[in-house]
């Protein structure tokens, strides 16, 4: 959902040192939030937002000075610019089998809990330290499995169907990758 485009001035608007993830590291640029539907034929731009980093808000002359709307002088979550964007989209009657996003919109919860609400099927990466929802819930008082430890039982070919059987991360019967899609797509009709 983001893009990073190198700016090496200072008074293109909301041009900071800040990570990109599109850089891979913390540089000169700017990051904007966009949204686009896409199709086995192609996909389109719908909506876009430019994110602000805290340097330009904290700046009420360097944003006046760039004209800026006194509105949008305020930093604001990417998660969040990105919730706005699909009100918007959903508002006017577009519909998507999936809401797709890297780590930045996976990490909050508020998102993620939004779409839950909405029923949205999404797909959205999460940090590796996040412990994953299972369903059903993980037995025997364990307590949840960070996504790392999930990714490294995966990994061991052998062993990864009985531990994940074990720790309540697959159905008996299903392939183990089927199996965590039906354990995403039973989450919405669950408590959290």
Not at 106 to 124: A, I, N
Not at 159 to 179: E, F, I, K, T
Request: proline letters at 6%; glycine letters at 8%.
């Amino acid at each position: 959902m983001k893009r990073a485009r190198s700016a090496k001035g200072t008074r293109s608007v909301g041009v900071a040192a800040q990570y990109s993830g599109t850089v891979g590291k913390i540089a000169n640029c700017q990051i904007g939030v966009f949204l686009a539907y896409a199709t086995g034929s192609g996909a389109v731009l719908l909506d876009r937002e430019l994110y602000l980093h805290a340097d330009w808000a904290k700046d009420s002359e360097r944003c006046k000075e760039a004209e800026v709307p006194e509105e949008r002088r305020k930093t604001i979550k990417k998660p969040t610019l990105a919730k706005q964007m699909l009100s918007r989209a959903f508002a006017h009657g577009v519909t998507g089998a999936w809401v797709t996003g890297d780590t930045v919109y996976g990490g909050d919860t508020t998102l993620r809990s939004w779409l839950e609400e909405r029923l949205q099927p999404y797909v959205l990466a999460v940090p590796m330290r996040e412990p994953p929802w299972a369903h059903p819930p993980c037995r025997r008082g364990r307590g949840a499995l960070a996504c790392s430890q999930v990714a490294a039982l995966v990994s061991r070919r052998r062993q990864s169907r009985a531990a994940l059987l074990r720790w309540g991360l697959a159905v008996p019967g299903l392939p183990v990758d089927r199996a965590r899609v039906e354990a995403v797509a039973a989450r919405a009709a669950q408590p959290l």
